[in-house]
Protein backbone atom coordinates (compact mmCIF):
# COMPACT_ATOMS: atom_id res chain seq x y z
CA UNK A 1 0.00 0.00 0.00
CA UNK A 2 1.34 3.68 -0.86
CA UNK A 3 1.82 6.09 2.53
CA UNK A 4 1.78 9.29 2.03
CA UNK A 5 3.82 11.13 4.49
CA UNK A 6 3.72 15.20 4.66
CA UNK A 7 6.07 18.10 6.26
CA UNK A 8 6.17 21.72 6.10
CA UNK A 9 3.06 22.70 7.89
CA UNK A 10 3.31 25.16 10.66
CA UNK A 11 2.49 28.53 11.67
CA UNK A 12 3.22 31.93 9.32
CA UNK A 13 2.17 35.18 9.00
CA UNK A 14 -0.51 37.02 6.55
CA UNK A 15 0.91 37.20 3.44
CA UNK A 16 3.53 35.07 4.24
CA UNK A 17 4.51 31.85 2.27
CA UNK A 18 4.82 28.45 3.55
CA UNK A 19 5.93 25.25 1.22
CA UNK A 20 3.92 22.05 1.73
CA UNK A 21 6.08 18.43 0.63
CA UNK A 22 4.69 15.09 0.50
CA UNK A 23 6.33 11.92 -0.51
CA UNK A 24 4.72 8.50 -1.53
CA UNK A 25 6.26 5.71 0.16
CA UNK A 26 5.80 2.10 -0.77
CA UNK A 27 5.12 -0.35 -3.56
CA UNK A 28 3.07 0.91 -6.33
CA UNK A 29 2.99 0.48 -10.38
CA UNK A 30 1.90 3.99 -10.78
CA UNK A 31 1.26 6.98 -9.41
CA UNK A 32 -1.49 8.62 -10.78
CA UNK A 33 -2.95 11.98 -10.25
CA UNK A 34 -2.04 14.06 -6.95
CA UNK A 35 -3.75 16.42 -4.70
CA UNK A 36 -3.61 18.52 -1.62
CA UNK A 37 -7.24 19.27 0.00
CA UNK A 38 -8.07 21.15 3.44
CA UNK A 39 -10.82 21.28 5.95
CA UNK A 40 -11.38 23.23 8.84
CA UNK A 41 -13.17 22.46 11.98
CA UNK A 42 -16.84 21.65 11.07
CA UNK A 43 -16.27 22.20 7.40
CA UNK A 44 -15.97 19.48 4.30
CA UNK A 45 -12.94 18.86 2.87
CA UNK A 46 -12.02 20.95 -0.03
CA UNK A 47 -9.88 20.72 -3.14
CA UNK A 48 -7.43 22.95 -2.92
CA UNK A 49 -5.30 22.11 -6.18
CA UNK A 50 -4.27 18.56 -7.84
CA UNK A 51 -2.05 17.76 -10.88
CA UNK A 52 -2.48 14.97 -13.49
CA UNK A 53 0.16 12.66 -14.12
CA UNK A 54 1.18 14.41 -17.49
CA UNK A 55 0.98 17.53 -15.10
CA UNK A 56 -2.18 19.06 -15.54
CA UNK A 57 -3.10 21.56 -12.92
CA UNK A 58 -6.47 22.24 -11.26
CA UNK A 59 -7.03 24.46 -8.45
CA UNK A 60 -9.92 25.36 -5.72
CA UNK A 61 -11.51 28.91 -6.45
CA UNK A 62 -10.08 30.55 -2.99
CA UNK A 63 -6.68 29.75 -3.92
CA UNK A 64 -5.93 30.44 -8.02
CA UNK A 65 -3.28 32.88 -8.27
CA UNK A 66 -1.72 32.52 -4.77
CA UNK A 67 -0.72 28.79 -4.55
CA UNK A 68 0.98 26.51 -6.86
CA UNK A 69 0.87 22.36 -7.40
CA UNK A 70 3.91 20.85 -8.63
CA UNK A 71 5.66 16.75 -8.54
CA UNK A 72 8.43 15.21 -9.00
CA UNK A 73 7.80 12.31 -10.09
CA UNK A 74 11.46 10.51 -10.19
CA UNK A 75 11.08 11.33 -6.11
CA UNK A 76 7.32 10.35 -5.89
CA UNK A 77 6.86 13.66 -4.74
CA UNK A 78 4.03 16.40 -4.91
CA UNK A 79 3.96 20.28 -3.36
CA UNK A 80 1.97 22.58 -2.84
CA UNK A 81 3.63 26.04 -2.74
CA UNK A 82 1.60 28.54 -0.85
CA UNK A 83 1.76 32.34 -1.17
CA UNK A 84 0.35 35.46 -0.24
CA UNK A 85 -1.39 33.42 2.75
CA UNK A 86 -4.60 34.94 4.27
CA UNK A 87 -5.94 33.78 7.41
CA UNK A 88 -9.01 31.98 6.01
CA UNK A 89 -6.40 29.58 4.80
CA UNK A 90 -6.07 28.17 8.34
CA UNK A 91 -6.99 24.72 7.87
CA UNK A 92 -5.51 21.11 8.19
CA UNK A 93 -4.03 20.16 5.03
CA UNK A 94 -4.14 16.96 3.39
CA UNK A 95 -2.00 15.28 0.52
CA UNK A 96 -3.70 12.63 -1.75
CA UNK A 97 -2.62 10.11 -4.17
CA UNK A 98 -4.78 8.40 -6.43
CA UNK A 99 -2.49 5.06 -8.02
CA UNK A 100 -2.42 1.68 -9.82
CA UNK A 101 -1.13 -0.89 -6.77
CA UNK A 102 1.17 -3.62 -7.79
CA UNK A 103 0.19 -7.56 -8.07
CA UNK A 104 -0.97 -10.08 -10.18
CA UNK A 105 -3.58 -9.64 -12.74
CA UNK A 106 -5.76 -6.12 -13.13
CA UNK A 107 -5.23 -3.49 -10.61
CA UNK A 108 -7.93 -1.01 -10.02
CA UNK A 109 -7.41 2.26 -8.93
CA UNK A 110 -7.14 2.89 -5.44
CA UNK A 111 -6.83 6.11 -3.26
CA UNK A 112 -4.29 6.89 -0.42
CA UNK A 113 -4.72 10.41 2.05
CA UNK A 114 -1.79 11.77 4.23
CA UNK A 115 -2.34 12.33 8.05
CA UNK A 116 -3.20 15.76 7.55
CA UNK A 117 -0.85 18.75 8.20
CA UNK A 118 -1.99 22.08 10.59
CA UNK A 119 -1.43 25.57 8.44
CA UNK A 120 -1.95 28.24 10.54
CA UNK A 121 -2.04 32.06 9.25
CA UNK A 122 -1.93 34.19 12.23
CA UNK A 123 -0.22 37.47 12.84
Known amino acids: QVRLVESGGGLVQPEGSLKLSCVARGMYFSLNSLGWYRQTPGGQRELVADISSSGRTNYGDAVKGRFAISRDNAKASVYLQMNNLKPEDTAVYYC?????????????????WGQGTQVTVSS
Open 96 to 112: QAFYIPQGLGFQAMQES
